[in-house]
């Protein structure tokens, strides 16, 4: 692996960070959150790692980063949270990333698409998927196939001529 390379802990990491700014002084959780944890909170987890093989010609690719934010807020006896509450609260991890980007490290990820769930009535589940544009060299070898050299070697014989 590259020195400097980004790993998911660092965005992971990186979209703490952000939730922490939205939410000041609120506990964020990473992965799992313990029996009887404290509300309001998030919970911030790497969901699933991807590859856009296709999205640069043969230049570069996209690695994409999905990640599951969980806001949660207070509940009653009942286990019920006031749904507008849990709405505002998904509006506000909306809002953390409308920039379009978050910074990692040297990189910044752009934000390819960011939905929030509000179906659950105890929490919204929010997917962010982020798309860190890497070389295609990154991931494999540079090949020279036979058709390439000749189509090279075609092209210098032009342009000797003229």
Not at 85 to 97: I, K, S, T, Y
Request: proline share 5%.
């Amino acid at each position: 692996m590259r020195e400097g390379t980004i790993l998911p802990a660092d965005v992971t990491e990186a979209v703490v960070e952000r939730v922490k700014e939205a939410f000041p002084g609120e506990t964020v959780y990473t992965d799992l959150t313990p029996r009887d944890f404290e509300r309001p909170c998030n919970m911030v987890e790497l969901a699933s790692l991807g590859l856009d093989p296709l999205s640069y010609g043969q230049s570069g690719v996209d690695l994409l980063y999905k990640v599951k934010i969980t806001t949660f807020s207070t509940v009653d006896e009942a286990h019920s949270s006031h749904l507008p509450v849990l709405d505002l609260r998904a509006m506000l991890v909306l809002g953390a990333f409308g920039s379009g980007y978050i910074r990692v490290k040297d990189r910044a990820p752009k934000v390819r698409s960011i939905e929030a769930d509000a179906s659950f009535f105890d929490c919204v589940p929010v997917t962010l998927t982020l798309a860190l544009t890497l070389d295609r060299a990154d991931f494999v070898g540079s090949e020279l196939y036979e058709l390439m050299q000749n189509l090279e070697l075609q092209v210098r014989a032009k342009k000797e001529n003229e």
